[in-house]
Nanobody, 119 residues
Framework: QVQLMESGGGLVQPGGSLTLSCAAS???????MGWYRQAPGKERELVAV???????NYAESVKGRFTISRDNAENTAYLQMNSLKAEDTAVYYC??????????????WGQGTQVTVSA
């Protein structure tokens, strides 16, 4: 069973920075890792995704401010968030897909970490 352990959320002032981490365990091979977020009253939306060979995709709203990266040796993804805005406030969820032993596919979510941007 794959588990995703998130860390790094918290309270930050507008214009500040935070780094989220997501460590995956239990997978044979991980394909994409990414971050989604869900603000109160809104649907969950993609923030950024990094594929196994490190190609990336970002939501338009975070381009130029957020950077996603991964360490394949450690099965860990990072989301560096700079120039944070109040509208970035949300619960951030890590996502990963890939295959388990025996080539069974998986897709898992982390438990979520709160990011609050407020003065």
């Amino acid at each position: 069973q794959v588990q995703l352990m998130e860390s790094g959320g918290g309270l930050v002032q507008p214009g500040g920075s935070l780094t989220l981490s997501c460590a995956a365990s239990g997978a044979f091979s991980i394909g994409a890792m990414g971050w989604y977020r869900q603000a109160p009253g809104k649907e969950r939306e993609l923030v950024a995704v990094v594929h196994r060979l490190s190609s990336t995709n970002y939501a338009e709203s975070v381009k130029g401010r957020f950077t996603i990266s991964r360490d394949n040796a450690e099965n860990t993804a990072y989301l560096q968030m700079n120039s944070l805005k109040a509208e970035d406030t949300a619960v951030y969820y890590c996502y990963a897909n890939g295959v388990l032993e025996g080539r069974r596919p998986f897709a898992e979510w982390g438990q979520g970490t709160q990011v609050t941007v407020s003065a």
